[in-house]
């Protein structure tokens, strides 16, 4: 098998060393808050015409949108531990306008509406830049666009055409040894800080008047009748006309979708600021978010404070499909992702990083979001965005929105959104299946992107993934 650019060129294990050696294990975006108020737990019985479940991007969206369409409504939000503490505040910072998690996963499964989708999700990242602007909603908030680029020859076609850099060009946004062409969208993704998007939802979602419950772990929901539903907590509980779910990777607390996520591992370092002399060695002006198209890809980005967040690679899926903390840190990953960030930028060596840190996305089989009621249609609910979520996020609370009132919407009649994702199967078959997968795709990516029977099965069945 061929070796990929990050085995033929690595830095040596004392630039990797030197590196993480003051490295704090923590999510730089949630550490580096200046402030993060808190919210009482759910003490008592209580009432409300829409309870939301879950504190993440999904959740907060979803309970701002609610009162902007009516000021008057009665909006609860219950969240487990503290609001954005796992992926919607540890995630790349990336907000991207695909719905579909791209265009050939868009174009391959809903070809007739492919355009409309794109379209609301051009649409959908106008109105969340606009709604922080009218809020003031500081999040550090950059529409840079996205660049993906090249590092291995096989990977330029896919490149061509609108937006299309060459070898000089790429070099000259973003100076890397590795990088032989890219491709610029400059309008469809922004940059921002999503701790600090997740603080301003709630602050602005709290002064709209919702009730916001942080320790509140919701441990049962049971339809009550027709018109309600009851949620417990260990502190509290609330009887609720309408329920909104998400709560994205974690087990769901209907049964019937539990099969329709996997949790997959995710792991990131972020640089110490780069001084003046470093910042001129590498370019970067434009700030654009950058990623390869491996199949095990990175993804990139500089901050506001000219850090350099540099992820991805491993995925991994554990034995069991249980999401635990312990499972946040895995220091074989932090390495590669040292050495392939060396690899990249060796001009930079002698650069340390400051925080590393990993967590759990929910993955669907069509790999992004799906939609589903229950309970009459009074419980909706959205999960398995599969890394693209922070942008979609908001598009999905306007769907949930409408489908938990029953609205018949441009968004609802999206064959997109009435579609069900196919479920993964059960452990103990499920981890097997999985790690095949991803053999096969670490040996298409040593083999010139080549794809193997076993992938080409899955492409057809809709199962495949390309980054």
Known sequence: MLQTVFERQPPSPEVIQASLAQTRFAPFWLDALSERPSYPPLRGSTNAELVIVGGGLVGLWTALLAKERNPELDVMLLEARQLGWAASGRNGGFCEASLTHGEKN????????????????????????????????????????EIVVAVEPHQDADLQGEGYLTQEQM????????FLSGNWDRHGT??????????????????LGVR???????????????????????????DAARVILATNVFPSLLKRYRLHTLPVYDYALMTEPLNAEQLAAIGWQNRQGLADPANQFHYYRITRDNRILFGGYDALYYRGGQVKDEYDARQASFERLASHFFTTFPQLAGLTFTHQWGGAIDTSTRFCAFFGH??????????????????????????????????????????????????????PIAYPVVRLMQWCLDRADHNQGKRNGFLRLMDKLGLGFES
């Not at 070099?171 to 590795?178: F, H, I, L, Y």
């Not at 922004?190 to 002064?207: F, I, T, Y």
């Not at 916001?212 to 441990?219: A, F, L, T």
């Not at 959104?417 to 059960?426: E, I, S, T």
């Open 106 to 145: 868009g174009r391959r499964r809903w070809p007739e509406e492919f355009d409309t989708l794109e379209a609301m999700g051009l649409t959908n990242l106008d109105e969340m830049e606009e709604t922080l602007k009218r809020y003031g909603i500081e999040c550090d908030f950059e529409r840079t666009g």
């Open 171 to 178: 070099r000259a946004e973003v100076n890397s040894p590795t």
């Open 374 to 427: 229950a309970h009459g249609g009074r419980v909706a609910y959205a999960a398995g965005f599969t890394g693209l979520g922070v942008g979609a996020s908001r598009f999905a609370a306007n769907v949930l929105l409408d489908k938990v009132y029953g609205l018949d919407t441009e968004r609802t009649r999206l064959r997109m959104v009435r579609q069900w994702a196919l479920p993964f199967p059960p452990e």
């Open 212 to 238: 916001i419950h942080e320790e509140s772990s919701v441990e049962t929901l049971r339809k009550l009748s027709a018109e309600s539903s009851r949620l417990v907590t260990p502190g509290g509980r609330v």
């Open 190 to 207: 922004a940059m921002l800080n999503p701790a600090k998007l997740v603080v301003g939802l709630a602050r602005v979602a709290s002064e």
